[in-house]
């Protein structure tokens, strides 16, 4: 394919193509970024190097290299200007239709934390290679949607030091109550949490007042993760994203000591007894 025919790299709250292109997670964090909210800084590897990979095409070939290159030397600037420190990565699949209406593919696809920049290549690598795992397969199959046209993109974000994770749903995703959230939350990065490897507090909100309903811990001393101020703004920050994207969200979240980063956001695709549509 001749070089300036497919664009390989768009930044995250900079980006000119849409979902086709960044996938449906690298859309949404473009999307957050531009309506105001704070999200680790990153870039999109595009779908156009997915597809020149099925196409036969060297996915690493000097175009995509020197892009890539350049992306992650931009991106190690900033990282310095923000912390001071050494670059850790986050390395997200992001698949055309991930994070949608119809589907979510929660936790099907590939995500590596940690990353160190001279590692990147071989985690989107992994991350394309997720898209045809077994899972990922049977999952699009009970869904409707085709095998063939699938495609990736891969996100490429600051890790952020987190002091502990979150995920909400602005909807409760068991009873389909919509005045209520649930929030789980852990210490740390919030990979094991989202994994289902340790048991998260688990934290029921009223959605008009911000009134805890229930409080269940999860592992640890039995303390609330969140304290009550940082409880109170997460509501806050969910609720303000449910009103922009005008439907109930699944929300992931980092804590640190500058407030909230926002990692995802997607519509609840999810179905409770209230009968709420998947």
Same mark, same amino acid.
């Given at each position: 394919?001749?070089?300036?025919?497919?664009?390989?790299?768009?930044?995250?709250?900079?980006?000119?193509?849409?979902?086709?292109?960044?996938?449906?997670?690298?859309?949404?964090?473009?999307?957050?970024?531009?309506?105001?909210?704070?999200?680790?800084?990153?870039?999109?590897?595009?779908?156009?190097?997915?597809?020149?990979?099925?196409?036969?095409?060297?996915?690493?070939?000097?175009?995509?290299?020197?892009?890539?290159?350049?992306?992650?030397?931009?991106?190690?600037?900033?990282?310095?200007?923000?912390?001071?420190?050494?670059?850790?990565?986050?390395?997200?699949?992001?698949?055309?239709?991930?994070?949608?209406?119809?589907?979510?593919?929660?936790?099907?696809?590939?995500?590596?934390?940690?990353?160190? $920049?001279? &590692?990147?290549? *071989? #985690?989107?690598?992994?991350?394309?290679?997720? @898209?045809?795992? /077994?899972?990922? =397969?049977?999952?699009?199959?009970?869904?409707?949607?085709?095998?063939?046209?699938?495609?990736?993109?891969?996100?490429?974000?600051?890790?952020?030091?987190?002091?502990?994770?979150?995920?909400?749903?602005?909807?409760?995703?068991?009873?389909?109550?919509?005045?209520?959230?649930?929030?789980?939350?852990?210490?740390?990065?919030?990979?094991?949490?989202?994994?289902?490897?340790?048991?998260?507090?688990?934290?029921?909100?009223?959605?008009?007042?911000?009134?805890?309903?229930?409080?269940?811990?999860?592992?640890?001393?039995?303390?609330?993760?969140?304290?009550?101020?940082?409880?109170?703004?997460?509501?806050?920050?969910?609720?303000?994203?449910?009103?922009?994207?005008?439907? $109930?969200? &699944?929300?992931? *979240? #980092?804590?640190?000591?500058?407030?909230?980063? @926002?990692?995802? /956001?997607?519509? =609840?695709?999810?179905?409770?007894?209230?009968?709420?549509?998947?």
């Amino acid at each position: 394919m001749p070089s300036g025919q497919r664009n390989v790299i768009e930044w995250l709250g900079e980006a000119a193509s849409g979902d086709d292109a960044l996938g449906g997670k690298g859309a949404s964090l473009d999307r957050l970024i531009r309506l105001g909210y704070r999200v680790p800084p990153g870039f999109c590897v595009t779908t156009a190097a997915f597809r020149a990979v099925s196409d036969g095409i060297d996915p690493l070939d000097r175009e995509l290299v020197t892009a890539l290159d350049a992306a992650l030397g931009r991106l190690e600037a900033t990282v310095a200007a923000m912390t001071g420190g050494p670059t850790r990565l986050a390395v997200r699949s992001s698949a055309v239709g991930e994070d949608g209406t119809a589907a979510s593919f929660a936790g099907l696809h590939e995500t590596e934390l940690d990353v160190a $920049p001279t &590692d990147v290549p *071989a #985690a989107v690598r992994r991350c394309w290679a997720s @898209l045809a795992s /077994a899972p990922a =397969i049977a999952y699009r199959t009970r869904r409707g949607l085709s095998n063939d046209d699938a495609a990736m993109a891969v996100v490429v974000q600051a890790l952020v030091p987190a002091d502990a994770a979150a995920v909400v749903f602005t909807r409760h995703p068991v009873t389909g109550r919509d005045d209520q959230l649930v929030i789980t939350a852990a210490r740390g990065l919030g990979d094991a949490m989202v994994a289902g490897t340790i048991t998260p507090d688990t934290i029921v909100v009223d959605r008009a007042t911000g009134a805890v309903l229930e409080f269940t811990p999860g592992d640890g001393s039995g303390e609330p993760v969140l304290e009550a101020a940082a409880l109170s703004r997460l509501v806050e920050l969910s609720l303000a994203v449910e009103r922009d994207f005008g439907r $109930p969200v &699944d929300i992931e *979240a #980092a804590l640190t000591g500058q407030g909230w980063y @926002l990692l995802q /956001a997607r519509p =609840i695709t999810t179905a409770g007894p209230a009968g709420v549509p998947s």
